[in-house]
T-cell receptor
């Protein structure tokens, strides 16, 4: 079946450093790649997403890059802060029975990011 | 909860018992989803529904059942056939306007007594 691999599973950085999380996907038809942040005991929240027609997207300290040829995408967080500490999930869309890819995502297993003051 | 309400927050199940998790939304979203989250794992799709009175199995539907009698509601029943039900269950919705962007409820932690 379709799969999303996410690395690393844990990441520890010093405050102010950059953090990079990488994901690879198997479905060449995937065209939507969101990233979710989940704090302990809370719901995942969308922090940034990218579609297959662009290679990079940035929102303040967060950026996502996509390489469709290699089927991998990455999350970059610059100037990390303690409040960035959380579990981050990548995901990739795949086609549902009705056609299209609305809402049907395959998730990576997550990266626990710890930012040390 | 941003318009998606899950209840209860914590739920305990006895052996052989069926339990039902509630998910209600007032966002007028068409599609609703149930995901299961285990420690160190990603989110795995249990069931999804695009329209009222219709739903489809996800990757791990065995031992679960759902209904979609109203647009606002998508309850999940964890049956006694689900032998390892302890997990964090997340309900989510998408609207046609937001396409694949999932909005999650606050989750229900289910544990076995």
């Amino acid at each position: 079946g379709e799969n999303v691999e996410q690395h690393p599973s844990t990441l520890s950085v010093q405050e102010g450093d950059s953090a990079v999380i990488k994901c690879t996907y198997s479905d060449s038809a995937s065209n939507y790649f969101p990233w979710y942040k989940q704090e302990l005991g809370k719901r995942p929240q969308l922090i940034i997403d990218i579609r297959s027609n662009v290679g990079e997207k940035k929102d303040q300290r967060i950026a996502v890059t996509l390489n469709k040829t290699a089927k991998h995408f990455s999350l970059h967080i610059t100037e990390t802060q303690p409040e960035d500490s959380a579990v981050y999930f990548c995901a990739a869309s795949f086609s549902m029975n009705y056609g299209g890819s609305q809402g049907n995502l395959i998730f990576g297993k997550g990266t626990k990011l710890s930012v040390k003051p | 909860d941003g318009g998606i309400t899950q209840s209860p927050k914590y739920l305990f199940r006895k052996e052989g018992q069926n339990v039902t998790l509630s998910c209600e939304q007032n966002l007028n979203h068409d599609a609703m989803y149930w995901y299961r989250q285990d420690p160190g794992q990603g989110l795995r799709l249990i069931y999804y529904s695009q329209i009222v009175n219709d739903f489809q199995k996800g990757d791990i539907a065995e031992g679960y059942s759902v209904s979609r009698e109203k647009k606002e509601s998508f309850p999940l029943t964890v049956t006694s056939a689900q032998k390892n039900p302890t997990a964090f269950y997340l309900c989510a919705t998408t609207s046609t306007a937001t396409n694949e962007k999932l909005f999650f409820g606050s989750g229900t932690q289910l544990s076995v007594l």
